[in-house]
């Protein structure tokens, strides 16, 4: 009868689960306001998370690819509320020139999945690109600075890595590495060595394999009460799925199980993240989406129940495996008010908001926030091989961007400042991701300064703008089509250009932000007065 009702019980949850995936449709997300959240706790790109707390205080970093500056930092206070304080690397050259503005060709790749840890009274970071290998960093202050990239190892066909400092202060590394088998089919291995001291360096003499299965990554270790935990996800037939293996010792035997299910359509495939355990004792999972849309992979807050010694994430079904979970009360009470996580920008300051991040890294004396006090200025320069149009605006240099969030209103608007453009320069307010770009603007020609818009290589000219001024604006809604319109005053706003689907690729959801260039020599500039974005709460 027990059984019975526990059963009943689980199809109406799932039925519940599917208007809780309706709602998250319909723009409702985040900070309920009274005392309860639903997912996305945070509707736009932040992948391959990973997660801690320490005190009071949680931690969580995002990949954030061919972006500079790279790995996003985020912290909260409730696990609901979050905002990104910083990055842990400034400079993506340090990985590869090809991440310089003047190569732009690592479109999906650059710094993926990594780790963030707490020991030693320092954070520690640990990531790794499919092409360069694993790099690492560690900051007394996770908004930091953040020490120099240190090169951990130079390598090729390995990621999703995790530090793990045991109770005896031995540092281990962690990490999945594709192999082709007999057939040339990808096999994961999953590999753990030990480190030296300083966290610097891979002891390759221990080396060992720990787990193999198809598409195993996203790997995390933790010690819970005396037992060794390995986190990773892994591709079954219902798609990608979050998996444990735990062991008495590091090296095993490990016994291992499944944590969830997974609906792709559905709930999106939550995998990479991070376990955390609340001062009160409870557990939860900081993850994203797996199953990318057009505003990249999401973030979600799940609860953790422990049976039988094994952490189940979401709701757990007949099965005693994890079910998605849209919505539930907050783990911690603090405030009934969603706290903003974009900032409009004044450019009032001596370094850019933590929102923003470059496409690939930018050129540095072609911008600067000083030699226009209260403005953005920004050189125009000519893009890696100006000739060809297909690629021209994912070439060009010191393109800055911000996260395009998924609510159900959404609107940037910025003042840009034209009198100073020069013949062969284009710029304005860009949406972009690898599969597909929208652009409205200005375009000098032969002295004559006129607006323009364009989408996939379709221009369409629209009138001279003889003013010093214009204001540019996006609006898009919760299914991604966007609108563009212009102001020549700040008030009366003309709509301009088709309306556009925002898309998703390379890993990347959509991008918002400031493009500028010149198709002809390095010649003008543009001054930009502010950024704002508003979204709906």
């Not at 985020?74 to 090809?98: A, E, M, P």
């Not at 949406?431 to 652009?439: E, G, L, M, P, R």
Request: aromatic share 14%; with cysteine; charged share 20%.
């Amino acid at each position: 009868m027990m059984m019975r009702n526990r059963i009943l019980l689980i199809v109406i949850m799932s039925q519940f689960a599917w208007l809780h995936a309706a709602a998250q449709m319909n723009g409702q997300w985040g900070d309920q306001g009274d005392g309860t959240y639903r997912n996305p706790v945070l509707p736009a790109d932040f992948s391959d998370l990973d997660a801690i707390r320490v005190g009071d205080d949680f931690y969580a970093i995002s990949s954030t690819m061919q972006f500079s500056p790279g790995m996003a930092v985020l912290h909260s206070r409730d696990l609901v509320n979050w905002t990104i304080i910083g990055h842990v690397v400034d400079d993506l050259t340090r990985i590869s020139s090809n991440l310089n503005w003047n190569k732009m060709n690592c479109y999906g790749k650059g710094i993926w999945a990594g780790s963030i840890r707490y020991y030693k009274n320092r954070f520690w970071v640990y990531f790794g690109t499919p092409d360069d290998g694993f790099f690492m960093s560690s900051a007394e202050n996770p908004a930091g600075p953040w020490e120099p990239l240190h090169p951990l190892w130079n390598v090729k066909g390995w990621d999703d890595c995790c530090s793990f400092c045991d109770d005896d202060n031995q540092l281990y590394f962690i990490a999945t590495h594709f192999e082709p088998d007999a057939k040339n089919n990808k096999r994961y291995n999953i590999h753990l060595f030990k480190m030296t001291a300083d966290g610097k360096s891979l002891i390759m003499g221990s080396d060992s394999i720990i787990y193999q299965a198809k598409g195993s990554e996203a790997n995390k270790l933790y010690k819970i009460n005396g037992r060794y935990y390995h986190y990773f996800s892994e591709v079954k037939e219902e798609g990608r799925v979050i998996m444990m293996q735990r062991a008495a010792n590091i090296y095993g035997p490990w016994e291992v199980r499944q944590l969830d299910h997974v609906n792709k359509e559905k709930d999106r495939e939550p995998n990479q993240g991070g376990l955390i355990r609340l001062q009160n004792g409870a557990w939860w999972f900081f993850t994203h989406h797996g199953a990318g849309d057009w505003e990249g992979r999401p973030a979600s807050l799940l609860p953790v129940s422990w049976l039988d010694g094994w952490p189940v994430i979401g709701q757990p079904g007949a099965d005693s495996i994890g079910n998605m979970v849209w919505d539930g009360k907050k783990p911690i009470q603090l405030s009934n008010e969603k706290s903003p996580t974009q900032f409009p920008d004044e450019f009032d300051s001596t370094h850019l908001l933590p929102q923003w991040e470059w496409n690939y890294q930018p050129r540095a004396e072609k911008w600067s926030l000083q030699e226009r006090k209260g403005f953005l200025r920004l050189h125009a320069f000519t893009p890696v091989n100006p000739a060809d149009k297909r690629k021209l605006w994912m070439r060009a240099g010191n393109t800055l961007t911000q996260r395009s969030w998924r609510t159900s209103s959404n609107t940037v608007t910025t003042r840009i400042d034209v009198a100073h453009m020069a013949d062969g320069q284009q710029a304005g307010l860009t949406h972009f991701s690898t599969t597909s770009y929208s652009v409205i603007g200005v375009r000098q020609q032969q002295g004559s300064r006129s607006l323009f818009y364009s989408q996939n290589e379709q221009d369409t000219t629209g009138p001279r703008i003889s003013g010093r001024y214009i204001w540019l604006r996006s609006y898009w809604d919760l299914n991604g089509i966007n609108q563009y319109s212009f102001s020549v005053n700040g008030r009366s706003f003309i709509a301009f250009g088709k309306k556009s689907q925002l898309t998703w690729g390379s890993y990347r959801g959509d991008r918002v932000g400031l493009i500028n260039f010149n198709t002809i020599r390095d010649a003008g500039y543009i001054d930009v007065d502010h950024f704002n974005y508003r979204y709906s709460k």
